[in-house]
């Protein structure tokens, strides 16, 4: 069948994240945590907080790589849990939903950067014909903060539908993230191809939804296998038009 839509992951593919920005991003986000909790009384040491949410982003990482993702509020809730787990006070409910908000931000002068050529890639695809979407695990930033993130790098306007895993309770490579998608461009997925950096959540979880699995970069998990290989965005309209699995070629 012909190629008709092809469908991103954002971290390490769209956007990346580079430790130059991660780093102070993770202190910035401890201190508005601290923040939050200081309007309800509750003023702990900054170490502390900053530990819970490491210890925070590594159990939704776990979870996402089984397929599941916390809705609202549930990041303000593992905080909690994993911060009275690990010595600090109980925070009351009340304060949730102002840690919630402080863990999902997304600073501007910490923010990941755009990937060479993305939104010209985005753009090309859209140009030659193709539908787009995106399929994103969110972690600890929440998918509002990613849309104006998508909005900034003027991502938006080249994508006609977006998925993130904290609005649907699933992550990839949980089937109904690429199915939610599809279903979205109304494309069928033998007519998709999927790009992606993580082997185990983007190209194993695109290829078990039946999708043309592309992997850029350089990760590798033994079992796993991309149909096809890039290194830049700028080898992915090349890629689509020699792929063997769809007839016809890539406009562009």
Same mark, same amino acid.
Not at 146 to 162: C, S
Not at 240 to 252: D, F, K
């Given at each position: ?47 502390? /907080? ?40 109980? /925070? ?32 090309? /695809? ?58 979205? /461009? ?10 992606g950096d993580s082997p185990h959540n983007d190209i194993g979880g695109a290829k078990d939804a039946g999708l043309f699995a592309i992997q850029i970069g350089s990760r590798h998990v033994n079992g796993i296998t991309p149909d096809a290989h890039i290194q830049l965005l700028q080898e992915l309209l090349p890629a ?13």
């Open positions: 069948m012909q190629l008709q839509a092809v469908l991103f992951d954002l971290w390490g593919t769209l956007v990346l994240d580079p430790a130059e920005r991660s780093l102070p991003r993770q202190g910035w986000r401890a201190q508005r945590v601290r923040e939050a909790l200081a309007l309800h009384n509750c003023r702990v040491d900054l170490d502390l /907080i900053a530990a819970a949410l490491n210890e925070a982003a590594r159990a939704l990482t776990a979870l996402q790589d089984k397929g599941i993702d916390l809705m609202a509020g549930g990041r303000a809730g593992l905080f909690a849990e994993l911060f009275e787990r690990n010595g600090g006070l109980p /925070i009351p409910k009340s304060a949730l939903p102002e840690v919630e908000e402080a863990i999902g931000e997304m600073p501007e002068a910490y923010q990941p950067v755009e990937a060479p050529l993305a939104s010209q890639t985005l753009a090309a /695809i859209k140009a030659s014909g193709l539908a787009t979407a995106l399929v994103s695990n969110a972690g600890l930033t929440t998918s509002p903060h990613l849309r104006r993130l998508l909005r900034d790098f003027e991502m938006l306007p080249h994508l006609d539908y977006l998925v993130f895993s904290d609005e649907l309770g699933v992550a990839k490579p949980h089937a109904r993230m690429f199915s939610e998608a599809l279903n979205g /461009i109304g494309v069928p997925a033998e007519a998709c191809a999927f790009v689509l038009r020699t792929s063997e699995r769809h007839a016809g070629p890539v406009a562009g």
